[in-house]
């Protein structure tokens, strides 16, 4: 990414960053310098490195800039769940949100502008895809959220979802980057399986990250375990199939030995009914898995969409439960600001 002429400096990695002073005649050192204020450090500015010589400061600044989002408006929701809104470099805006809870609190981030698929049921779907998120994009959500969770809950922050707008696993490399510098002590130093990432399922990338041996947790937005009724709410189903995804998850599991998470909505006359239930205890039997039944949060234009009634819901519960598949049933956090699930589309 290039502002007139200048470089993004956090587009270099930190050998690229020493390879540029040695080239100038500087110690390789200083490369580590920067790249640890640019990334552990999160400066804005070339100002700010004080320990770095200011004329080597305005030779920097010479050469590169350095991108940084700004939380343009921040929603506080009566449950005490954060909805930023994230200005981009370039004005675009996406947005994360900081979930609460007495033990934890979990930051949920983007990583497209926009998303490309088009699940029925999300306001993200409505936006059409713009770009990608750049790894600092994306690393500077989570930083930004971490400082709000110790500034208003006196804790850093535990977790981190992927499940903010956007298709992670079709911005791959830049979400493994970003997740790279998280999880290393040069970055944010979390661990690995404190991050998970949501996908809709996209079994090619899901079997390159079995194979790459991530260390993250897996979430993936099944909705349906019937081919028909997944297309229709979710109609990529249509080109990446579930037999498909069935056979990357259990590669998935294979490789990684981490039992996968599936996220499933019960919408009233849609995917209600026992067979239903029963479609997800069998599709459940491929891998090592739990379920987590998550309420549908109405989205303006979504009145196709009825949360399914508590009778439905336990059906599941009892279902699941029978056959002997962990299952939570998890409320909706910050819906009064339109920062739950499938809500986020830059309202504001
Ligand atoms: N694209 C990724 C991550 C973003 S969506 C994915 O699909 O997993 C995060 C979760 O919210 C997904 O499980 C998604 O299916 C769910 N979701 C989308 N719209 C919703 C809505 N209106 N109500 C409840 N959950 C919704």
Redesign the pocket.
């Known amino acids: 990414m290039e502002t007139g002429d200048k470089k993004d400096i956090r587009a270099l990695s930190k050998d690229q960053l020493r390879e540029f002073f040695v080239a100038r005649g500087q110690e390789a050192f200083r490369g580590n310098q920067v790249y640890e204020w640019l990334w552990q450090k999160s400066a804005h500015s070339f100002e700010a490195m004080t320990n770095i010589a200011r004329e080597t400061r305005n030779m920097l600044d010479t050469h590169f800039v350095i991108n940084h989002i700004e939380v343009d408006q921040m929603q506080r929701s009566a449950d005490g769940t954060i909805k930023n809104a994230v200005r981009l470099h370039d004005g675009l805006v996406v947005e994360s949100v900081l979930i609460p809870t007495s033990s934890r609190t979990t930051a949920c981030v983007s990583s497209q502008v926009g ?1 490309s ?1 088009d ?1 029925r ?4 779907a409505r936006l059409k895809r713009m770009r990608n998120l750049n790894p600092d994009e994306i690393y500077d959500q989570v930083v930004a959220i971490d400082r709000q969770s110790r500034f208003y809950f006196n804790k850093p922050l535990s977790n981190i979802v ?7 696993l079709m911005n791959y490399k830049n979400v493994l980057a970003a997740i790279e510098k998280i999880t290393s002590p040069e970055g944010l130093g979390m661990s690995p399986k404190r991050i998970t990432v ?3 399922g996209v079994p090619k990338m899901i079997r390159k990250m079995a194979d790459e041996g991530v260390r993250f947790k897996l ?3 099944l ?1 349906s375990a019937i081919k028909e009724t997944r297309t229709e709410i979710m109609p990529f189903n249509a080109t990446f199939g579930l037999e498909e995804l069935r056979g990357a998850l259990e590669h998935w599991y294979e490789k990684t030995r981490s039992r996968i998470t599936y ?1 499933y ?1 019960v919408w009233e006359g849609i995917n209600d009914r026992p067979e239903d239930a029963e479609a997800l205890v069998a599709f459940c039997r491929f891998a090592p898995s739990k379920v987590n039944l ?6 303006d234009g ?1 009145e196709a ?1 009825r949360q399914a009634s508590p009778q439905a819901i336990e059906m599941y519960v009892q279902t699941l439960e029978r056959e002997g598949i962990t299952v939570t049933v998890r409320r ?1 956090r910050g819906k009064d600001i339109d920062a ?4 986020l589309a830059n309202k504001s």
Request: net charge negative; with cysteine; aromatic share 12%.
């Open positions: 998303c698929l699940c049921f999300c306001a993200t992927f499940m903010g707008m956007g298709e992670p949501s996908t809709s979430a993936v937005s909705h996220e909505v998550i309420e549908y949060n109405p989205i979504g969409f909706s739950a699930c499938g809500q």
